[in-house]
């Protein structure tokens, strides 16, 4: 045996600062941190564009059908394709995936059990739901201490782009995507008219600010769960010229640019990681009897509040 040993370097104990890059300097020597580092930035940059930017949701396909095949009881289908989450990331499904509600049913049969114990009928509720993770791969040997065993003598060498597909009993918050539809659907409600304009600007602006409760002044509690995020309909009396029109949903916009996405955007909104991870693609509602699924079809399938995108040459 030899003296002779190599060492292996220290990792980094602190994690990279993702509002930070490298300044590379002649001379300079580069470690591990600061390839982690450079990394951290630009992915974070990407992903922040498209959080902040661009929204989440489904981009292209993952389209959620029911079938009945094989003799194994209704399944659900999902197709390829691409989704944003709310962090940003990109989350692509190569192939074509299914699950047999059955079988998912029996593997999961405490937990079932426990959930039609406090519903009020015999119907499960359940959200496919499909999140993002990043799977390492390609292990690769590095130097270290002599007399290791195999499992200390090769780490993994990158870092795959993967998902999770999965059904769950809750589904994703989706608290923006939620104040995002009340603020529209509140403004869908004003009456165009091609006479004068009843509202002042600056009287349309505060009941933007009152119909959230939170933005009045005084603050007044909202009423109990669950919460809208706009509250009632905008006064019968409002009515904007439609010459008027652009202006006063420019203005409106700004409010919701300036104070309302920051009051329900959460975390993220300075440019921090939102905790909200993964993205809704359909709500399924399953009748049991005696631990299997009854007769389903495609009208036990509910994707009214999944979000998607629509593709800026679409918009054009």
């Not at 992915?43 to 661009?54: E, F, H, Y």
């Not at 074509?96 to 059990?113: G, K, P, S």
């Not at 440019?271 to 495609?298: F, K, R, T, Y």
């Amino acid at each position: 045996m030899s003296d002779s040993q190599t060492s292996a370097a220290s990792p980094s104990t602190t994690s990279p600062d993702p509002f930070k890059h490298v300044k590379y300097s002649l001379g300079m020597v580069l470690g591990v941190d600061d390839f982690d580092q450079e990394f951290a930035y630009l992915s974070n940059r990407d992903q922040w564009l498209a959080r902040d930017l661009i929204g989440y949701g489904t981009v292209c396909g993952l389209q959620v059908t029911i079938e009945e095949a094989d003799g194994k009881g209704p399944r659900v289908a999902v197709s390829p394709g691409v989704a944003v989450n709310p962090r940003g990331q990109l989350i692509r499904v190569t192939a074509a995936l299914c699950a047999y509600i059955n079988d998912w049913l029996t593997a999961h049969r405490d937990e079932v059990r426990q959930a039609l114990t406090t519903s009020l009928d015999s119907s499960l509720q359940l959200y496919v739901v499909l999140c993002y993770r990043a799977c390492p791969t390609d292990p690769t040997p590095i130097p270290g201490e002599p007399c290791r065993d195999e499992a200390s003598a090769t780490v993994d060498s990158r870092l795959a782009d993967d998902y999770t597909l999965e059904f769950k009993f809750k589904a994703p918050d989706q608290t923006e995507e939620k104040a995002l539809r009340d603020f529209v659907q509140w403004l869908g409600q004003i009456t165009v008219v091609e006479g004068e304009t009843s509202v002042s600007l600056d009287d349309f602006l505060t009941a933007i600010r009152d119909a959230t409760y939170v933005l009045r002044s005084p603050p007044v509690s909202p009423p109990g769960s669950p919460p809208d995020f706009m509250y009632g309909s905008p006064p019968a009396a409002f009515a904007i010229n439609s010459g008027e029109m652009c202006a006063y949903l420019r203005a409106a916009f700004r409010v919701w640019v300036t104070e309302l996405r920051p009051l329900w955007r959460g975390p993220g909104c300075d440019g921090s990681v939102p905790g909200e991870e993964c993205v809704l693609l359909a709500e399924l509602n399953v009748p049991v009897s005696e631990g299997q699924a009854g007769a389903i079809d495609d009208h036990n399938l509910n994707e009214e509040r999944s979000p998607y995108l629509i593709h800026l040459r679409m918009l054009q």
